[in-house]
């Protein structure tokens, strides 16, 4: 199965294509966001240690003991040091909430699975996807589409998006990269080519994987090994190009 890592930025556009993917053209989704929610809900063992380690003030007041998310950003958000605490508690539950839902995939016979994930870049999970996919548009036009989107103002705006990692920067890990700056038409005839992409590229090996799980291993550990290879060499080669210019 060909496991695609999804990402883009806030207002880029990212949840657009992967509700066409989902919609459209059927590709099974991993949503990261979906799945973060769904990992503190009450009961669970991510919730027990937040709770343990920030105490009942972090819950709601309504009696369903679920998170107050607003009050325990705010925490994290003024101590580095229980934003370490908190991101070591939710993100091993994510990834392995994440395996667990791909691994599901690959036995249902899937051949590709779409991996949408804010940071994947960020988060280092790009090395353990086989194709990377940006969803780009310029600094300007995530801006607009923000500051319309949330109705807050240019500098709110540009606070958020200088929160992020940039575009420019995420393109450099791209296997495909789809650009968002035009309408809807155009995005669509993109996340087509994508998606014909997509399901070429898996081809005939997603079946020799499902059927004959060595394979499936094999073909796994060779694409991670092969894509941090070209990544080495394209370091490299951009590595000796900064330094011809200097």
Known sequence: MLVVGLTGGIASGKSTVSRLLSTKHKFPIVDADVIARD???????????????????????????????????????????KRKVLNGIVHP???????????????????????????????????????????????????KRLIDRDNITVSAAQDRLSSQMALTDKVGYADKVIDNSSGVIELERQVAELAASLRAKAGWSWRLAWLVPPAGVLLAIWSLASRALLRYIGNKRAARSRKARL
């Not at 994440?98 to 960020?122: N, Q, R, Y």
């Not at 969803?135 to 300007?140: A, F, G, K, N, T």
Request: aromatic fraction near 10%; glycine fraction near 6%.
């Open 39 to 81: 990992v503190v809900q009450p009961g669970t063992s991510a919730h027990k240690k937040i709770i343990k380690h920030f105490g009942e003030d972090v819950l709601l007041k309504d009696g369903s003991r679920e998170l107050d998310r607003k009050k325990l950003g705010d925490v994290i958000f003024r101590d580095a040091s």
């Open 93 to 143: 539950a994510v990834r392995w909430a994440m395996f667990t839902a791909v691994i599901k995939h690959w036995l249902s016979g899937e051949s590709v699975c779409i991996l949408d994930v804010p940071l994947l870049v960020e988060a280092n999970l790009w090395k353990w996807v086989g194709w990377v996919v940006v969803i780009y548009c310029s600094r300007e036009i995530q801006t």
